[in-house]
């Protein structure tokens, strides 16, 4: 028998990462999860160019229009946790065809729907199922590709969203109460009372839980999923928001909104895929994040020049700019989430990636409507020509069907009035987002660290009837023994494997 005595270097063998397994059945597999990621991106963004319609046909309210969008992104962020410990306790395939339901079920209800009430009954269920698949998306690529090859795996994935965001457009073609009431106050108060209730349970008391406190352990971790956030809080405000530009100011149709939203969005996809390859190829991603937040602070500073006049092609070369700095982003920061955690933390540092990005898109529809609707009152309260109509609280409660009224205005003071209205609210929410992109480009290149992404595929759940791909000899061999040696670092735990025996 072996003590620790009798060890010698002879006798050490330290595993190093194995290239992951590609075969056919991992190929079609992933081509399934790229799909339904395209059908969700498509079914999140569909609506950012008909809102005003949906508004009209449906005789609703803008506070409707904007939960039926707003429903879709609470619902995905409030049941990722959920959806991926039950993946643990049970299994992926599972939990993912359950999501798949759920979005179906979602998907005909909003079809049926001939009301605002039934509306948003379908988003809400439809965003349920579509959380729980791009959460699961990202923890089964965990599962089956190590964490160095997994680069070019997620860039396929971002540029099905980035696809999704540009067709969905096409396809589609404080605001109610003040702060000081109680039907804003009361609410407020009982989501941050429990928010604080659900952190306590899940780090004190439950076994199993929905959201791990060790992948938060390390600055690179917890500073690049605040950012994540930041990312998807600017780029959904700037994507429900420049629709209504394109539509006022350019005075175009849903389909062309849509259509010179196109830069911006399809060039997401490509600057994802290549940045992906290149960390991959590189074992690099901190370069890659701090030029896409310095590109997407520029973009964002630079739509602060959108006028009425402004040119076709000075909106189609910042549109350019801004979409390269989104895109090189999203895998950027995805590898900056996972760098840190340990083996097992990992698939959970994936769903919280998701999660935390979702969560940002949902605040930022919520923020910018906010900022957007006060903004417009101001200025119609401000204008000499609106001011004196004493419509200014009407018209920015319901800001999404005024985009039909003021296209049935012929040319004069009142619509000027109004367009400029509208110009001037769309800046105020341009300057926050960009504030918050800076600010993250900031955070971003201060506190995130260059950690080696050379890691060993250890997996609890894979193919069926495969060996693991991790380097270890079947369990249970007699002759064996492993000794696993934890070592403190950057990350929560680092395994070196040493085996000896005959």
């Known amino acids: 028998m072996n003590t620790i005595k009798d060890i010698d270097a002879n006798s050490l063998k330290i595993s190093t990462p194995k290239p992951s397994p590609i075969d056919a059945r991992f190929r079609l597999s992933f081509a399934l999860l790229c799909i339904i990621n395209l059908v969700c991106a498509i079914d999140a963004t569909i609506l950012a160019v008909v809102l005003p319609t949906i508004a009209t046909l449906l005789h609703g309210t803008a506070i409707q229009a904007f939960w039926t969008s707003t429903s879709f992104l609470l619902t995905s962020t409030i049941f990722i946790p959920t959806f991926i410990s039950l993946s643990h306790l049970i299994d992926r395939k599972s939990i993912?065809?359950?999501?798949?339901?759920?979005?179906?079920?979602?998907?005909?209800?909003?079809?049926?729907?001939n009301n605002f009430t039934v509306l948003l009954i379908g988003r809400s269920i439809q965003g349920i199922g579509g959380g729980g698949i791009t959460a699961l998306t990202n923890v089964?690529?965990?599962?089956?590709?190590?964490?160095?090859?997994?680069?070019?795996?997620?860039?396929?994935?971002?540029?099905?969203?980035?696809?999704?965001?540009?067709i969905g457009p096409l396809?589609?073609?404080?605001?109610?109460?003040?702060?000081?009431?109680?039907?804003?106050?009361?609410?407020?108060?009982i989501g941050i009372m429990g928010l604080l209730t659900f952190l306590e349970y899940s780090y004190i008391y439950a076994r199993h839980p929905l959201m791990r406190g060790s992948i938060f352990k390390t600055s690179t971790g917890t500073i690049n999923f605040i950012c994540t956030s930041i990312h998807g809080i600017v780029l959904w405000s700037l994507l429900y928001y420049m629709p209504l530009?394109?539509?006022?100011?350019?005075?175009?149709?849903?389909?062309?909104?849509?259509?010179?939203?196109?830069?911006?969005?399809?060039?997401?996809?490509?600057?994802?895929?290549?940045?992906?390859?290149a960390i991959a190829v590189t074992g690099r991603?901190?370069?890659?994040?701090w030029l896409g937040w310095t590109l997407t602070t520029i973009g964002t500073l630079l739509m602060l020049s959108f006028t009425p006049t402004t040119p076709f092609a000075t909106l189609i070369a910042i549109q350019l700019l801004g979409g390269l700095g989104f895109g090189i982003l999203y895998p950027a920061m995805s590898f900056a989430v996972q760098a840190p955690a340990s083996d097992f933390d990992i698939p959970f540092a994936a769903?919280?990636?998701?999660?935390?990005?979702?969560?940002?898109?949902?605040?930022?529809?919520?923020?910018s409507g906010n900022i957007f609707q006060q903004t417009l009152r101001k200025k119609i309260r401000s204008n000499p020509i609106l001011g004196p109509l004493g419509k200014a609280d009407e018209w920015s409660r319901d800001a999404s069907a005024l985009v039909g009224?003021?296209?049935?205005?012929?040319d004069g003071g009142v619509k000027r009035g109004l367009v400029k209205a509208y110009c001037d609210a769309l800046h105020m929410v341009i300057i926050v987002m960009c504030v918050l992109a800076g600010l993250a480009m900031v955070v971003s290149l201060v506190g995130t660290k260059e950690l080696s992404l050379e890691r060993r595929l250890n997996t609890e759940q894979g193919w069926k009837g495969k060996e693991s791909e991790n380097g270890d000899e079947e369990h249970g061999k007699k002759d064996r023994v492993e000794l696993e040696v934890s070592v403190?670092?950057?990350?929560?735990?680092?395994?070196l494997r040493c085996h000896w025996g005959k």
């Open 96 to 113: 993912l065809v359950a999501t798949l339901l759920l979005f179906t079920i979602g998907s005909i209800i909003c079809s049926l729907a």
């Open 140 to 166: 089964i690529v965990s599962d089956l590709v190590s964490l160095k090859d997994r680069g070019k795996w997620w860039g396929y994935i971002a540029m099905m969203w980035c696809l999704g965001a540009a």
């Open 171 to 189: 396809a589609g073609g404080g605001v109610m109460y003040p702060w000081s009431d109680y039907r804003t106050l009361l609410p407020f108060m």
């Open 245 to 277: 530009y394109y539509a006022i100011a350019q005075n175009l149709s849903p389909i062309m909104c849509g259509v010179v939203l196109l830069p911006f969005t399809l060039m997401m996809g490509p600057a994802s895929t290549v940045v992906s390859i």
């Open 285 to 289: 991603y901190r370069p890659s994040l």
């Open 351 to 367: 769903a919280m990636f998701t999660f935390f990005r979702t969560l940002g898109q949902a605040i930022g529809v919520a923020i």
């Open 405 to 410: 009224y003021i296209k049935s205005l012929s």
């Open 488 to 495: 403190s670092d950057e990350r929560s735990s680092k395994s």
